[in-house]
């Protein structure tokens, strides 16, 4: 019986727990791709940047307040600096509109254009918060570092096996389960956010109901924004903070959107966990884990590992194929915010 | 008319900037010597107090007055960014056609230098001599007897990394290296040095560098079921955070680590977990390291550190070689290098470079021994002491020099 709870706690340990804390970050990425993707008809290149933005203004008002001695500790200062993040991430998300965006919106250029002038904004920025704050990597936690320490479970428990929770994982779930509840609140139960839906589902109805479309861009690049910095923010207290890792983390969040279906802010969410847990799953080791449950004389010899760990971005892209070959619209039927 | 005038202008662009070149060179007083490190990317923080290092070397050469009959030594700093062969090589390109350096210092990650040394240093004819690229490949390397290097290949130090670990009774390890040519030459010369000696690799897994996650890499490795992981990659890079996402979990908790792991931040990243984690890095005990950190830090300079000794010495190679061949012209002093840095001849110190070139104007031979007792194999590379490190009350003590 030993053997099996082991064998949980493993896989609990290496997949579940890193897989969904990863997996939220994701989702509140994708959650910020879909809802520029609902309103506004193209794919964001530059959101991944807009997180190292609003993360790299998280991070200097962090410094600014542990410079003053402000903090909430055990929990981690960047916690309270994250609404400059937000004020940050959506001064430049309303700058880009106007500068970039709604003169070919105005034109009503095709999305491509658009898709294209967007990895225009995607350099352009990348180039900004480097030259503000550069390429190193910086940390963002302090606090307290765990919830559950390894060593302290395996001695509460008697299993072989540890189980870490880091206190930026708790954090990274619970911010994102807030993010979430309060922007289906705000779709569904407010009057802006009908006026949103019914935008995204038919531009023409809307307009002719009277919904005003420079009102809901003006909230769809609202709330992209606070979702990008909330995102950056968790996956820097969690990771470190790291402009070039934002850029990386584009894949797998077009992937998680895509996946769940374009448009759809439910499929958004799943798609991030399943995207997340999948690239943790495929890549993992089971040779421990099969050590605990099969007779020795079955006991693996190779490592029992699906893929290399070299190849965990490629899971993003395998997935995001399969998805475009065999149900383009995702799981949940995207397109429009519903 | 007015695309004339462009044109024009354009002309007279490019002939200031081709007038320029040679114009450098033509400048009897100086001779320029480029140095090349990564001072961004993932060794920026090893890399400052190197060039400083290098850069020390120099400035007792000018201040000998002696060097090729009272001639400066100027060091123009480039970035080989450690992982970007393409920008390596163009900073390098730049220091020899732009800045008309006579010889090249660096480059520092194994990668560019090789890049280096194939796409600038030879078709050029440059003297490049590096003070930490440790990849087995350089010792092979096409390089027309150009390139040069104060640090011993990594084949020497898996073999004694791989020593003492069986020594300690370590047997079953999980090993990660950083994907390049440093990483995997030195997962290749541990894992068969460690395995002819009987211990067993259990996993050997790359990692790349600048992610902002590695729980998967650990969770890989954990998997493995060893005890004990090796870790062969960078400081401020993966190497860290994969010791990092190792602690987190409590996959591991007895690290050994390879040179490019072994500094003082990775200590105040991860803290008291890493006590008793065992290094090893180029460094020996002799006379001359400790004269060398003494001479540095009159200078100001933090000379104890991984690969600070190193530096020093392959810019005073630089210097003197070119001394024993009486020109700065390129390539002139690559036959000449050998010659100054073994036996026979009176052994020079660090601090002792002024002596050194009096002795060379003089006609008369030296054995150049510097920071490192330097003493290079027919291929031109260090033979290799190591120190063996181990981390005690927060730093890294050296124990032993094999």
């Not at chain 1, 506004?40 to 290149?45: D, E, I, Q, T, Y």
């Not at chain 2, 490019?260 to 500094?263: A, H, L, T």
């Given at each position: 019986m030993t053997d099996v709870a082991n064998a949980i706690v493993l896989l609990l340990n290496f997949v579940i727990v890193p897989g969904v804390a990863y997996g939220s970050q994701l989702a509140l990425g994708a959650l910020g791709v879909t809802l520029i993707f609902g309103i506004?008809?193209?794919?964001?290149?530059a959101h991944g940047d807009v997180m190292a933005f609003g993360t790299m203004v998280v991070l200097l008002t962090t410094w600014w307040f542990q410079g003053m001695g402000v903090g909430i500790a055990p929990l981690p200062t960047a916690l309270i600096a994250l609404p400059f993040g937000i004020v940050g991430a959506a001064a430049f998300n309303l700058a880009a509109d106007r500068v970039v965006f709604r003169f070919y919106r105005r034109r009503k250029s095709p999305p491509v254009i658009l898709l294209i002038a967007s990895v225009g904004v995607m350099f352009a920025l990348q180039g900004i918060v480097r030259f503000i704050i550069g390429p190193d990597d910086r940390r963002l936690a302090d606090g307290a570092r765990f919830i559950i320490k390894a060593s302290e479970f395996k001695a509460a428990t008697g299993l072989k096996e540890g189980l870490a929770i880091k206190l930026s994982q708790g954090l990274t779930l619970a911010v994102a389960a807030i993010a979430v509840a309060a922007l289906f609140w705000f779709l569904h139960r407010t009057r802006a956010g009908k006026a949103m839906r019914a935008y995204s589902d038919n531009e023409d109805l809307a307009l002719l109901s009277g919904v005003s479309p420079d009102r809901v861009v003006f909230y769809a690049w609202l709330i992209a924004a606070t979702l990008a910095a909330v995102a950056g923010t968790m996956y820097g207290i969690d990771k470190s903070y790291k402009p070039f890792t934002y850029f990386q983390l584009l894949l797998p969040i077009f992937a998680s959107a895509i996946l769940g279906g374009i448009g759809h802010p439910i499929g958004a969410v799943a798609g991030g966990f399943i995207v997340a847990l999948s690239e943790t799953a495929v890549t993992y080791a089971y040779k421990k884990f099969l050590r605990y449950l099969v007779p020795e004389s079955w006991e693996p010899s190779g490592l029992m590992q699906l893929l290399s760990t070299d190849y965990k971005l490629a899971i993003s892209f395998v997935i995001l194929v399969v998805v475009l070959l065999v149900r383009p619209t995702g799981i949940f039927r995207g397109r429009v915010l519903s | 008319m007015r695309r004339k005038g462009w044109v024009a202008f354009v002309a007279a662009a490019a002939a200031l900037c081709l007038g320029l070149a040679p114009d450098a060179k033509a400048d009897g007083h100086e001779v320029k010597v480029g140095v090349i490190l990564g001072f961004t990317g993932p060794i920026e923080s090893l890399t400052p107090p190197m060039g400083d290092s290098a850069e020390l070397a120099m400035k007792e050469v000018s201040d000998s007055g002696a060097f090729l009959g009272g001639k400066m030594m100027v060091p123009v700093r480039g970035d080989s960014t450690c992982i970007d062969a393409a920008a390596a090589t163009a900073a390098a390109e730049r220091l020899v056609t732009a800045e008309g350096v006579a010889a090249i210092f660096g480059a520092d990650c194994s990668g560019v230098t090789i890049a280096i040394t194939n796409n600038v240093a030879v078709p050029n004819g440059v003297v490049i001599i590096s003070p930490s690229a440790t990849s087995p490949a350089l010792t092979t390397i096409e390089d027309n007897g150009l390139f040069f290097r104060t640090a011993p290949s990594d084949a020497r130090q898996g073999q004694v990394l791989a020593e003492v670990l069986i020594e300690r009774g370590i047997s079953s390890v999980a090993v990660t290296y950083t994907n390049n040519d440093y990483g995997k030459g030195l997962d290749g010369s541990f894992g068969a040095a460690f395995a002819a000696l009987g211990g067993t690799v259990e996993i050997s897994a790359a990692h790349e560098d600048g992610k902002g996650d590695y729980s998967a890499e650990v969770g890989a490795l954990a998997a493995s079921g060893a005890e004990h992981l090796v870790v062969f990659g960078y400081i401020d890079q993966g190497g860290k955070g994969i010791i990092q996402g190792a602690v987190d979990t409590g996959a591991f908790e007895n690290f050994i680590v390879g040179d490019?792991?072994?500094?003082d931040s990775l200590i105040e990243a991860i803290g008291d977990a890493l006590t008793g984690t065992i290094g090893t890095a180029p460094g020996s005990a002799s006379e001359g390291a400790a004269a060398f950190v003494e001479l540095a830090a009159a200078n100001g300079v933090d000379g104890d550190g991984p690969f600070r000794g190193e530096s020093y010495d392959a810019a005073a190679l630089i210097a003197l070689s070119m001394q024993a061949a009486g020109t700065a012209d390129r390539g002139a002093s690559a036959s000449k290098v050998l010659e100054v840095a073994n036996a026979p001849g009176e052994q020079i110190g660090p601090g002792e470079l002024g002596k050194a070139l009096q002795i060379l104007a003089d006609g008369g031979e030296i054995d150049y021994q510097g920071a490192t007792n330097v003493e290079l194999t027919d291929v031109g590379e260090a033979a290799g002491s190591y120190a063996v490190m181990e981390v005690e009350g927060g730093a890294f003590m050296t124990k032993e020099i094999r």
């Open positions: 506004l008809r193209f794919a964001n290149f | 490019g792991m072994i500094g």
